[in-house]
């Protein structure tokens, strides 16, 4: 699943262009097609069509792991979930004809300037939503981790305000907003902290610590444009930096212990056994 340094990357190329893609900063829409009904959260198909018409591309930017693109009027929030993936491009050739859409294309938004962006999603989770007031979908979420706002304290705050392991509350989007399985593994490695531990135990050294490794690998995924570790998500380079993620029985890069892997919260979960000690 593309976590939050893959949507970014997604959203900076949907502004900027690049990775086969055009941008579609500033375009203005004729309507919209929902080819898999399940994709379209709201509203109805119909009405998703007839309030997309002639509406503008005003930004697009990124809360948690939704793509965020703000309208003329509306706001249309589009959830990657475990495969989904966006790419603009002409919607005709060079003869005027119309260009085939791609296997598993859920959803399609077409332009003036006849370029389209399609929603490509194989396993069909991904979801969209059309909102006068995306606070209906967005205001549960946590606080962004890279939100300066978030300080060392609040985040300990937050910690020991509950008594949860610390592998599946990270990846609780109401409490930190972005974070999945991949970065959870990578930062508790960094910050020496085993999944397990509970986050009512976390000195505040320990949190502030905790914090400043979620930054680190988040920043460092989105400087690499992601991680592509298969087939849905290809362009980045961090997955040629994993410390621990994906790579049980390799050599710790820390201590040269096997890394190992283990299932929490039906999650498989990645730590190194020395330099991660278990909590008592």
């Known amino acids: 699943m593309p976590e939050l340094p893959e949507v970014e990357t997604i959203a900076r190329f949907l502004r900027e ?7 579609i900063l500033g375009k203005t829409l004729i309507g919209g097609r929902i080819l898999w009904p399940r994709t379209l959260e709201t509203p109805a198909p119909a009405k998703f069509a007839a309030r ?8 697009i930017n ?14 249309l929030l589009i959830h990657l979930r475990m495969s989904g993936d966006l790419r603009c491009e002409p919607a005709l050739d060079t003869d005027g004809q119309a260009i085939p859409l ?11 300037d006849h370029t389209r962006l399609a929603f490509n999603d194989p396993r069909k989770f991904g979801r969209v939503w059309l909102l006068a007031d995306p606070q209906k979908t967005l205001g549960q979420l946590g606080p962004e981790p890279l939100d300066p ?33 991949i970065y959870t593994d990578e930062a508790l490695h960094v910050a020496k902290l085993h999944p397990l531990t509970l986050s009512d135990s976390l000195s505040p050294a320990q949190s502030e610590t905790l914090l400043s490794a979620i930054r680190t690998v988040l920043e460092e995924g989105i400087r690499r444009n992601g991680a592509s570790i298969d087939w ?24 040269g212990t096997p890394i190992e892997r283990i299932t929490v919260g039906q999650r498989g979960t990645h730590f190194c056994p020395v330099c991660q000690p278990a909590p008592s």
């Open 232 to 255: 849905v998500y290809r362009g980045g380079d961090f997955q040629n930096a994993f410390r621990v993620y994906q790579r049980t029985g390799l050599p710790c890069p820390a201590c």
């Open 149 to 181: 706002v978030l300080t060392a304290k609040e985040f300990h705050h937050r910690l020991t305000s509950r008594r949860r392991q610390l592998k599946p509350l990270l990846l609780d989007q109401t409490f930190l907003a972005g974070l999945g399985n």
């Open 52 to 59: 997309l018409k002639n509406q503008q591309i005003i930004s």
């Open 17 to 23: 262009g690049g990775r086969n893609s055009l941008p």
């Open 102 to 112: 791609q296997p598993h294309d859920r959803m399609v938004l077409e332009f003036t």
């Open 62 to 75: 990124r809360r948690a792991k939704f793509i965020v693109i703000q309208l003329t009027v509306d706001t």
